[in-house]
């Protein structure tokens, strides 16, 4: 018989180095998630002032080799501070992301289906949003048909998007004020 085991444990140097590599991994994707994003979703983080100057550094590099050392000297910075948090944030700011934006793609749709539906999605619109004067939209509907037909500056259609996005708005809050007191009752009985 030998005495060579079978399965040797790895040594504290390999486990440090495989510690600095996955926290590596880590850092780096993170400055490049942050470096890529737009400043408004930058804002959504909350970074504190230092991290943010330090990421403004970073994106203001346009040149290919420079911008990828200021993503490794991002990574180190990141490594200073709490990355798990910042990682969370980050993913809780792209799951937001679509939340921001989707009111202004349920305007450009309701836009799009009054312009090529016409009357019957006129008829739609005013019966989901009571609010809406019908004479006021149909004109607004004409006006938007007859300036895309003409190839005109696309005043009318904005002004009938923005008329939408008003009626949106205006039933949201009322939305969220039910789903708030659905949770309320939900909690009062438990």
């Known amino acids: ?26 850092s780096s994707r993170l400055a490049r998630a942050l470096m890529e994003m737009s400043n408004a979703a930058l804002g959504r ?47 809780k700011v792209r799951a937001g992301g679509d939340a921001h934006n989707r009111p202004f793609h349920q305007g450009e749709a309701w836009r799009a289906r009054l312009l090529d539906e016409g009357a019957p999605a006129q008829a739609e619109f005013v019966a989901a949003h009571p609010g809406v004067d019908p004479i006021r939209l149909a004109k607004m509907v004409a006006d938007a048909i007859s300036e895309r037909a003409t190839e005109r500056p696309r005043g ?12 949106l708005t205006a039933v949201a809050p009322e939305a969220d004020a039910d789903a708030a ?10």
């Open 181 to 190: 007191d659905d949770d309320d009752a939900e909690a009062d009985a438990t």
């Open 45 to 91: 983080l909350g970074l504190d002032e230092a991290l943010r100057g330090e990421v403004d550094r970073a994106r203001r590099i346009t040149a290919l080799v420079a911008r990828r050392r200021e993503e490794r000297r991002l990574a180190g910075v990141i490594r200073r501070v709490d990355a798990d948090d910042l990682e969370a944030r980050l993913a």
């Open 156 to 167: 009318a259609g904005r002004a009938l998007f923005r008329t939408v996005m008003a009626a």
């Open 1 to 26: 018989m030998t005495d060579e085991p079978d399965d040797e444990a790895p040594s504290r140097r390999q486990l440090a180095r495989k510690a600095r590599r996955d926290d590596g991994d880590q």
